[in-house]
């Protein structure tokens, strides 16, 4: 049983990913009833793993493609935060999603895709070895596109190229690297690092920069994150599901894993490198944010907030202490949570009010109440407002930053969060402080079906508790805390 | 003796099949179907005792070689023989729609099923011949059925396509059978093993082998000399371009690896694995970048081939001359055959979704495809994932022999060559997602242009491109199955 664990979670996914493609269009029931049963059935066994492996346990599948080239599925404390996040978001955003299409066309391709996308995070999350890694990677490359493309319009279409025109090349870098740095130390594996120190300094600064570089697409690293902001494009579902776990989750989580595990976070402050990349992610954090700061269109200006918000982990990582790297860590499932809300309400304002531009938003506030609170939290943890959940990972961060003697961070992360006021008050105060518009009085907004908006005050709900209760052993914090002392400290 | 019963079977069953379709031409089509089963049943069988009991040999009417026929296989016999069977037995299923429709020219109907069969007796032949003579006589044979093929539709640009490959192949065969020659005045003897045992380095031996490579690389459309392919595959109607792109080639290309590697791997210089290595490079810049401007989806495929066909010829610096010895050299030969069987797959699934393409649309021209997809999500989805194998992304055969090269690249300090691979890889990118940009995208106007197709018929390319894929994800059996045989045994692994 153990040892078919991972591989039975990754199931949990893929079967109803491979199912749903043959399903006829019109089996709406059938094709609702998998998805779900299967992001349920894969909730139960994450809680399941989150006990056995606080306890201590670690669960591995390994199976050989070519000889001596496996496929391993590894669960340590880790892979479990970031698939704890996809499995939870993963069930609430198939609610929304089902909420959201009705009785669209093409859903089985959909949810098939969707599904598939998850089944890849999944298997990102519990990748072993680099090449298991790179392989799951590339199936949520392949698996995001026709995602992204889905309306199948031109605008579509010129997202869903533009998206491939970073991820390929950018999965070359990557492969590179692997084979690279393979051909030396032979395969390597998450769990036992290979001494690299007897490599050549340079080749190994060059290794690691193509790492970044392979992976800071997905990540949304600058200036690798042009094809973020096109992406909005997608269906609000994608968007929600693509910013808060699947694609620049993986990429951010791939830079964590390759400091950590592969690296070692001594040997890349030693190469000169832990720096460098603090310096790239910060730049990242500011630009973002000013970006944002200019969008008129409310998903646009989400989009450039997720390109800011996401180099937090790699800075969280890049800083080299433990404290930062938990502040880190734990935003990788703050920024889910709290992005995902944002998600879900720009998709429902759009969706059922025609709301687009920021300047729609005059008055929502007394006509779609619930979506306007949520969003509202939402936007209060991403500024940091205490006790949201992004307070906690800005101060963590910051905390870590000073213990590490990197002070000029601290800046970073205030102007930041300046910046973040600065493009999120603006809408809190027209949503609940303007009057309503006059054009849209024509057609009355809606916030049903439930299906759209209990998503959006779950998650936002959870956002509020995460922070709340960051205390307690369980919550993200406590998780990563727990990651970093027992797996990371000497 | 089973297995020398299957070693016969192979080359006789489809024959055989050849003169029963010829004479009982009504149920010629029945007939190539099971002849093909039984053919990939043999198969199976060889490779199942190839791998229990190492390579299996046998002699026609009890004569050993020189004087009789010797039929050997080893795993890459094996595994080319299962995967060409395969692709005859999938290809033949979509040719009974194709062919056997009432309304379809009866003459293609009639010629089809016969050259086919005479196709798949001489690759099988190529694929167990240890004989530079019976080799010979095979890829003759290959030849001339591949050149009929071309011609089926009678259309006057298919009959010129037909007769620029006849030369180009007839010149081929003359390089080759000199260099054959020069070898027999040399040893006295054409056997692979007799040869084998007592190459020397000598000049004539150099000329010899050098002769036949040139004449291989004619046939097997290596860059500069691809320029007969394009017109030719994509001129044949798509059940014969299936066979033409995936296998013939690959044939030719067998017998390069045989020569090179088998018979005489001491006499592959630098300079030989250069060149090759080096053409092969180009074929891969040139091949894509051709493809990428076509407006036809059948010329962007045979492009692609030409394109493909140059990883091939990156085997001979990775694994071939100096590397020979060298630890990743059994892992960058594995992956140059991997790529062999997987292009083979994908190939010839992306050519039955053409041909299913042409039948639904009347076109190939890549514009009138727009929108295709909502008709035929089926074949689309198949196209694809070809596509995906033919891109080397994973999970796919084509990811496992791109990374076992790219490996050995890295492994050997080839930079060049690593370069090139993922370079092809990046412009197989480019003129792949074209095509299936434009399936995807909604028709212009609405209704539908598309003639519907039944689901049946689009399974044929769908399970060759799985092929594909399954050959990425259980490659395992099939790494360890092409070992048995090989001189250098690789144990090793990566």
Same mark, same amino acid.
């Given at each position: 049983? =153990? ?360 008055? +929502? ?78 057609? &009355? &907004? ?12 779950? =998650? ?5 508790? +995460? ?5 307690? &052993? ?17 | ?115 086919? #069969? ?33 011609? #089926? ?155 493909? #066909? ?170 360890? #199955? ?13």
């Amino acid at each position: 049983m =153990t040892a078919a664990l991972p591989f039975l979670v990754l199931m949990t996914s893929l079967v109803p990913a491979l199912a749903t493609f043959w399903l006829p269009e019109n089996q709406a029931a059938t094709r609702n009833g998998l998805n779900l049963g299967g992001a349920i059935l894969k909730l139960v066994l994450v809680a399941y793993m989150l006990y056995a492996v606080g306890q201590g346990a670690v669960f591995e599948t390994r199976l050989e493609l070519a000889p001596g080239l496996f496929l391993l599925l590894r669960i340590d404390a880790l892979a479990l935060l970031f698939v704890t996040l996809s499995a939870f978001l993963w069930l609430l955003t198939t609610i929304y999603a089902i909420a959201y299409f009705g009785n669209g066309p093409n859903l089985s391709r959909f949810f098939g895709f969707f599904s598939l996308c998850v089944a890849a995070t999944t298997g990102i999350a519990f990748s072993g070895t680099l090449i298991t890694f790179f392989l799951f990677y590339e199936l949520l490359t392949l698996s995001t596109w026709p995602l992204v493309v889905h309306k199948q319009n031109e605008k579509s279409f010129a997202a869903g190229g533009s998206y491939l025109g970073f991820a390929l090349p950018a999965s070359a870098a990557l492969l590179v690297a692997i084979i690279w740095l393979e051909s030396v130390t032979g395969p390597i594996e998450f769990a036992a690092p290979r001494e690299l120190s007897g490599l050549d300094a340079f080749d190994l600064r060059l290794i690691l920069a193509l790492f970044v570089l392979g992976l800071g697409v997905k990540a949304a690293i600058v200036p690798l994150h042009g094809w973020l902001p096109a992406a909005m494009a997608a269906p609000a579902p994608v968007s929600a599901l693509l910013h808060a776990v699947a694609v620049v989750k993986a990429g951010a989580f791939g830079i964590v894993r390759i400091i950590y595990d592969v690296f070692g976070i001594d040997l890349v402050s030693q190469l000169g490198m832990a720096q460098p990349l603090a310096i790239l992610a910060s730049i990242t954090i500011l630009y973002g944010s000013l970006r944002a700061l200019q969008q008129d269109d409310i998903k646009r200006r989400l989009a450039f907030s997720t390109v800011s918000q996401v180099s937090y982990i790699v800075l969280g990582a890049a800083l080299a202490g433990p404290i930062a790297a938990i502040g880190g860590l734990a935003h990788l499932v703050h920024q889910g949570l709290m992005k995902i809300t944002l998600f879900f309400c720009a998709g429902i304002f759009a969706e059922r009010a025609g709301i687009e531009k920021i300047h729609h938003l005059d008055g +929502v506030g007394a006509r779609m109440p619930w979506t306007a609170f949520c969003f509202s939290l939402g936007a209060m943890g991403m500024i940091g407002i205490p006790p949201m959940a992004g307070f906690v990972s800005k101060l963590y961060l910051g905390v870590g930053a000073l213990e590490t003697g990197a002070g000029w961070v601290v800046f970073v992360l205030a102007g930041s969060s300046l910046l973040n006021a600065a493009y999120f008050l603006p809408l809190l105060y027209r949503m609940w402080f303007l009057p309503a518009r006059e054009d849209l009085e024509t057609q &009355p &907004p809606s916030e049903r079906p439930l299906g759209l908006i209990v998503p959006a005050v779950v =998650t936002a709900t959870a956002a509020l508790g +995460v922070g709340l209760l960051a205390g307690a &052993p369980i919550s993200p914090l406590g998780w990563a805390t727990l990651i970093i002392e027992r797996d990371y400290l000497p | 003796m089973p297995s020398s019963l299957a070693l016969t079977a192979i080359i006789g069953a489809p024959l055989l099949g050849f003169f029963m379709t010829i004479v009982w031409s009504r149920a010629a089509a029945v007939v190539a179907s099971l002849t093909s089963m039984v053919v990939l049943v043999a198969a199976v069988f060889l490779a199942v005792s190839v791998s229990a009991h190492g390579a299996v040999l046998t002699s026609l009417g009890g004569w050993d070689a020189p004087l009789g026929i010797e039929l050997a296989a080893d795993g890459l016999s094996v595994m080319f023989m299962i995967v060409s069977g395969a692709i005859v037995l999938v290809v033949g299923a979509y040719a009974q729609h194709e062919f056997v429709h009432p309304g379809t020219e009866t003459r293609s109907g009639f010629a089809f099923w016969p050259l086919m #069969l005479v196709l798949l007796a001489a690759l099988n032949g190529i694929f167990v011949s240890r004989d530079f003579f019976n080799l010979y006589v095979c890829f003759e044979l290959l030849t001339l059925s591949a050149v009929a093929m071309v011609t #089926l539709n009678g259309k006057t640009e298919s009959i010129t396509a037909a007769l620029r490959y006849l030369l180009f192949a007839l010149l081929g065969s003359i390089l080759y059978l000199l260099g054959a020659v020069l070898l027999y005045a040399q040893f006295g003897s054409l056997d692979m093993g007799v040869i084998g045992q007592s190459v020397s380095s000598s000049g004539a031996e150099i000329l010899a082998a050098g002769l036949m490579t040139a004449g291989l690389a004619l046939k097997t459309a290596l860059f500069p000399f691809h320029g007969w392919l394009p017109p030719a595959h994509s001129g044949a109607p798509p059940p014969a371009s299936a066979m033409l792109s995936s296998l013939v080639p690959k044939a030719s290309y067998f017998i390069t690896i045989r020569l090179w590697f088998d018979v005489m791997p001491e006499l592959a210089g630098n300079p030989l694995t250069l060149a090759l290595g080096g053409l092969g490079g180009a074929a891969i810049l040139y091949g894509s970048l051709q493809a990428i401007v076509q407006t036809r989806l059948k010329m962007v495929v045979a492009y692609s081939t030409v394109a493909q #066909l140059g990883y091939l010829f990156i085997v001979f610096p990775l694994a071939g001359g100096d590397s020979a010895a060298q630890p990743w050299s059994a892992g960058a030969w594995t992956g140059g055959m991997l790529h062999a069987l997987s292009h083979a797959l994908a190939k010839s699934a992306m050519f039955l979704c053409a041909g299913l393409f042409i039948i639904s649309a009347r076109t190939d021209d890549l514009e009138a495809l727009r929108g295709i997809a909502q008709t035929m999500p089926m074949t689309a989805f198949a196209f694809t994932l070809a596509a995906i194998s033919l891109l080397g992304l994973p999970p796919s055969g084509g990811f496992i022999a791109k990374y076992l090269m790219l490996t050995s690249a890295f492994a050997s300090g080839g930079w060049i060559w690593a370069f090139l691979i993922l370079a092809g890889g990046l412009l197989a990118a480019l003129y792949l997602y074209r095509p299936v940009r434009i399936m995807l995208s909604l028709p212009k106007q609405p209704g539908q242009p598309f003639k519907p197709i039944s689901r049946w018929w689009q399974v044929a390319p769908l399970v060759l491109a799985l092929g594909a894929v399954f050959l990425g994800i259980g490659s395992n059996e099939p790494y360890a #199955l092409l070992q048995i045989g090989r001189p250098v045994a690789a144990e090793t692994g990566l």
